[in-house]
């Protein structure tokens, strides 16, 4: 779906929802679809494009192109070059072969790589430098790892909106152009969860740039806007700082029920000692709504079984996904059963050398958990209480 929707006197909204997709990267749930954000800025001398669309979603972008009566176009600038923002810049190089592609030398690179876009079509810019379309400027922010390398924000003095990318996005498919907070808040959280929060440290750095501009509103590429651009700095401030919660995530896979009981006895014992527990069957949970968990919690403890002398591998995945999400997580453990034997714990800690956190005793029981198991579990609740009680969180 696609229609043009003027922002701002000469400001115009041309990018396209996506209502029916529900993967991304092949990887990442979209249960409430996306967009690819696409803006039309006119001034009074140039007129210029910021970022296109999904390669699928081509016909779209050009037909609200077509829409709002574009006959020439002297920039597309291009903040990011991944293919769901830059995918149609080939075929809307070819309808406006005037048009020059304004990014960072980085992003050139890649574009050359991965759309074949000659040399000849690029103005590169440097961090901060301006362009004028007449009585409208553009000021470029270099803002990397928002998510690539090369990424880059466009802000509009004269409008006092920045055009972020993927900074501050959500996958989110809506027809209202502005974000309600009542609803955002999840999709943006998700969205940072998923996307952005293995850059957390440098997002705290980009932050202050954004903060010291004049703000009026914030445009991401996948999304609604926000024209409260405190509400999104805030939460992003939150997410990205180094607070941690009083909660344990607790994802798990049981085969035969022992790990089940094991995960049901460490819960209780976590809200009995006034700890929060947020809990998910990996077999059938929403990865998205586990990496959310993450954002916040203190503690991640990993319950599996043993499959062929190792952790299950819905387990490996999660471990796999921990590490590659990075958290700000400062404890750790591991629980579960095991029939004969195995390397479950070496495994699993040899799959999270990027997850910079405090491991706890696991607690592994040889088939179905006993006494013993149970007094275990409880030692380990006691533990991550007194963990919590020492960053002063419980």
Same mark, same amino acid.
């Given at each position: 779906?696609?229609?043009?929707?003027e922002?701002?006197?000469?400001?115009?909204?041309?990018?396209?929802?996506?209502?029916?997709?529900?993967?991304?990267?092949?990887?990442?749930?979209?249960p409430?679809?996306?967009?690819y954000?696409?803006?039309?800025?006119?001034?009074?001398?140039?007129?210029?494009?910021?970022?296109t669309a999904?390669?699928q979603?081509?016909?779209?972008?050009?037909?609200?192109?077509?829409?709002?009566?574009?006959?020439?176009?002297?920039?597309?600038?291009?903040?990011?070059?991944?293919?769901?923002?830059?995918?149609?810049?080939?075929?809307?190089?070819?309808?406006?072969?005037?048009?020059?592609?304004?990014?960072?030398?980085?992003?050139q690179?890649?574009?050359?790589?991965?759309?074949?876009?000659?040399?000849?079509?690029?103005?590169?810019?440097e961090?901060?430098?301006?362009?004028?379309?007449?009585?409208?400027t553009?000021e470029?922010?270099?803002?990397?790892?928002?998510?690539?390398?090369?990424?880059?924000?466009?802000y509009?003095?004269?409008?006092?909106i920045?055009?972020?990318?993927?900074?501050?996005?959500?996958?989110?498919?809506?027809?209202?152009?502005?974000?309600?907070?009542?609803?955002?808040?999840?999709?943006?959280?998700?969205?940072?969860?998923?996307i952005?929060?293995?850059f957390?440290?440098?997002?705290?750095?980009?932050?202050?740039?954004?903060?010291?501009?004049?703000?009026?509103?914030?445009?991401?590429?996948?999304g609604?806007?926000?024209?409260?651009?405190?509400?999104?700095?805030?939460?992003y401030?939150?997410?990205?700082?180094?607070?941690?919660?009083?909660?344990?995530v607790?994802?798990?896979?049981?085969?035969?029920?022992?790990?089940k009981?094991?995960?049901?006895?460490?819960?209780?014992?976590?809200?009995?000692?006034?700890?929060?527990?947020?809990?998910?069957?990996?077999?059938?949970?929403?990865?998205? %709504?586990?990496a =959310?968990?993450l954002v916040?919690? *203190?503690?991640?403890?990993? +319950?599996?079984?043993?499959? #062929? @002398?190792?952790p299950?591998?819905?387990?490996a995945?999660?471990?796999?996904?921990?590490?590659?999400?990075?958290?700000?997580?400062?404890?750790?453990?591991?629980?579960?059963?095991?029939?004969?034997?195995?390397?479950?714990?070496?495994?699993?800690?040899?799959?999270m050398?990027?997850? %910079?956190?405090? =491991?706890?005793?696991?607690?592994? *029981?040889?088939?179905?958990? +006993?006494?013993?198991?149970? #007094? @275990?579990?409880?030692?380990?609740?006691?533990?991550?209480?007194?963990?919590?009680?020492?960053?002063?969180?419980?």
């Amino acid at each position: 779906m696609g229609f043009s929707r003027e922002i701002r006197p000469g400001v115009f909204s041309v990018g396209v929802i996506d209502w029916d997709r529900r993967l991304f990267d092949e990887l990442i749930p979209l249960p409430d679809g996306t967009s690819y954000n696409a803006y039309i800025i006119e001034g009074s001398e140039k007129t210029a494009l910021i970022d296109t669309a999904d390669p699928q979603m081509t016909e779209v972008l050009m037909k609200n192109l077509e829409g709002i009566g574009l006959e020439r176009l002297d920039y597309v600038v291009t903040n990011h070059a991944e293919q769901d923002h830059s995918g149609s810049l080939p075929t809307v190089l070819e309808r406006f072969p005037e048009a020059q592609v304004v990014c960072t030398p980085r992003c050139q690179k890649l574009l050359e790589e991965h759309l074949r876009i000659p040399a000849e079509k690029f103005e590169t810019v440097e961090d901060r430098k301006t362009l004028s379309l007449g009585d409208k400027t553009f000021e470029f922010i270099y803002t990397p790892w928002v998510h690539w390398p090369e990424t880059m924000s466009t802000y509009l003095r004269e409008e006092k909106i920045l055009f972020s990318c993927d900074f501050f996005g959500s996958h989110y498919a809506t027809s209202d152009l502005f974000a309600d907070k009542r609803i955002i808040y999840e999709p943006v959280k998700r969205y940072y969860a998923e996307i952005m929060m293995p850059f957390r440290a440098i997002i705290r750095k980009n932050l202050k740039l954004v903060e010291a501009l004049d703000l009026e509103m914030i445009a991401p590429s996948h999304g609604p806007f926000h024209d409260d651009p405190s509400f999104i700095i805030e939460a992003y401030r939150d997410w990205s700082s180094e607070e941690v919660k009083n909660e344990v995530v607790i994802p798990y896979v049981s085969m035969h029920g022992s790990t089940k009981l094991m995960v049901d006895h460490l819960m209780d014992g976590l809200i009995a000692r006034g700890i929060g527990v947020k809990r998910f069957d990996i077999s059938g949970s929403d990865v998205g %709504k586990m990496a =959310m968990a993450l954002v916040d919690a *203190a503690t991640l403890v990993l +319950g599996t079984c043993t499959v #062929l @002398a190792g952790p299950h591998p819905n387990a490996a995945q999660v471990a796999f996904l921990a590490n590659a999400l990075r958290p700000k997580t400062k404890f750790a453990s591991i629980i579960g059963s095991y029939g004969w034997g195995g390397k479950t714990v070496k495994v699993i800690q040899d799959m999270m050398p990027h997850l %910079k956190v405090e =491991m706890i005793e696991p607690v592994l *029981a040889k088939g179905l958990p +006993g006494e013993e198991d149970f #007094l @275990a579990l409880d030692r380990l609740a006691d533990e991550i209480l007194k963990k919590h009680r020492e960053l002063g969180i419980a």
